[in-house]
């Protein structure tokens, strides 16, 4: 199974920038998905972006388009998520998740059986 690592968050004022880590181990046969989640307080997890090791990203939220970009290094074992223009409504905790196989075009978290274990994003005026 696969192994997933998260870093790099903190607290920001609104408008402000983020770039998100993370580290993926324990697999290096066949395509993968790996995807960004995040929880709000009080409220269910949800998709964010994803991306396949050979660099196909699913479609993202209205509320995130333009303003989040997901990427990956050469080698594929991190992956990374970019925060920009940062508002309240996107403090969460982000999660990484990843499966064996491609992306499907709707990120749920059923589809995924792995997961890292979290980092806050906190967004403040």
């Known amino acids: 199974q696969l192994q997933l690592v998260e870093s790099g968050g903190g607290s920001v004022e609104t408008g402000g920038s983020l770039r998100l880590s993370c580290a993926v181990s324990?697999?290096?046969?066949?395509?993968?998905?790996r995807a960004w989640f995040r929880q709000p307080p009080g409220k269910e997890r949800e998709g964010v972006i994803g991306?396949?090791?050979?660099?196909?990203?699913?479609n993202v939220a209205e509320s995130v388009a333009g303003r989040f970009t997901i990427s990956q290094d050469d080698n594929k074992n991190t992956v990374y998520l970019d925060l920009n223009n940062l508002k309240s409504e996107d403090t969460a905790m982000y999660y990484c998740a990843a499966r064996v196989g491609a992306c499907y075009t709707n990120l749920k978290s059923s589809d995924f059986p792995n997961w890292g274990q979290g980092t806050q994003v906190t967004v403040s005026s």
């Open positions: 324990g697999y290096n046969r066949g395509i993968t998905c």
């Open positions: 991306i396949s090791s050979r660099g196909t990203r699913t």
